[in-house]
C-alpha cells in the first residue's frame, strides 16, 4: 500500500518532466523571414493560391518590421528583427517558421519626425471606446479627458515611416503595457498614422486621427 502514493509521484513528476520539455521546444522554435533590402515594401506571404497581405519595413542596419493582416484588414501577426539579427513573432510560434514572401512592392519612402506630428490625437478601441490623447514635444504621450487612458513615450526609429512606442492603458480593455509602432503612410489618410502594438501576446491595431 505504501507503494501507492510513491507511484502516483513519480507519474506526476514523469508528467511535469513531459511538459517542461514541450515548453523547451516551443521556445526554441526558430523563426526565419525572407530578407529584403534596407526600404518599405506592400509584401504578399503564404501561398501563392491564397496569400496574406502585409508592410514589412527594413533599416539601414539590421532591424525589420514586418506585420500581416487578416481578411478583416487587421493585424494578425508581428514579425521583428531586433539588431543582434534575432527574428521574433506576436503571436509567438510553437513550431519551426519560416516566412516566404512571394511578392513585394517597394513603396516611396516617408520620413517622419516627432516635430512632423499634430499634437492632439483621437482614436476608437475595437470595443468602441474613445480615446483621446496628446503628444508633447519631448515624446511623451499624455491622456486626454475620458475613461479610457493611454499614456507612454515616443520614439525616433531607424527604420523610415515608423516610431517606436511604449504604452500604458487604463480603462481601454486593452493590455495594459505595450509596445510597439507609430506606421506613417499615405495609404492610411485620413488617419494620421497607425498604431501596431502589443504586449507580446494580443495584438492592437488602431487607427489614429488629427483631434
Do not use: H
Amino acid at each position: 500500500m505504501k507503494k501507492i502514493p510513491y507511484l502516483i509521484l513519480m507519474l506526476a513528476v514523469s508528467v511535469l518532466v513531459a511538459c517542461n520539455d514541450k515548453n523547451q521546444k516551443n521556445s526554441a522554435a526558430k523563426l526565419s523571414v525572407d530578407e529584403l533590402e534596407s526600404g518599405r515594401y506592400t509584401i504578399s506571404v503564404g501561398e501563392e493560391e491564397a496569400p496574406s497581405i502585409g508592410k514589412y519595413y527594413a533599416g539601414n542596419g539590421a532591424s525589420r518590421f514586418a506585420f500581416v493582416e487578416g481578411s478583416d484588414g487587421k493585424v494578425t501577426q508581428i514579425y521583428r528583427r531586433a539588431e543582434n539579427g534575432e527574428w521574433t513573432a506576436v503571436p509567438n510560434i510553437n513550431t519551426d517558421t519560416v516566412v516566404n514572401i512571394i511578392n513585394s512592392t517597394p513603396v516611396l519612402d516617408q520620413s517622419i519626425a516627432l516635430a512632423d506630428l499634430p499634437s492632439s490625437f483621437v482614436t476608437n478601441t475595437s470595443f468602441d471606446k474613445v480615446m483621446k490623447f496628446s503628444l508633447g514635444s519631448n515624446g511623451s504621450l499624455t491622456a486626454d479627458a475620458g475613461d479610457c487612458q493611454l499614456v507612454g513615450d515616443v520614439f525616433e526609429s531607424d527604420i523610415e515611416g515608423l516610431l517606436a512606442v511604449s504604452l500604458t492603458t487604463a480603462n481601454c480593455d486593452l493590455p495594459l503595457a505595450m509596445d510597439g509602432v507609430l506606421v506613417v503612410d499615405k495609404d492610411y489618410q485620413p488617419a494620421v498614422f497607425r498604431l501596431i502594438a502589443s504586449d507580446d501576446q494580443e495584438i492592437v491595431d488602431l487607427w489614429v486621427y488629427q483631434e
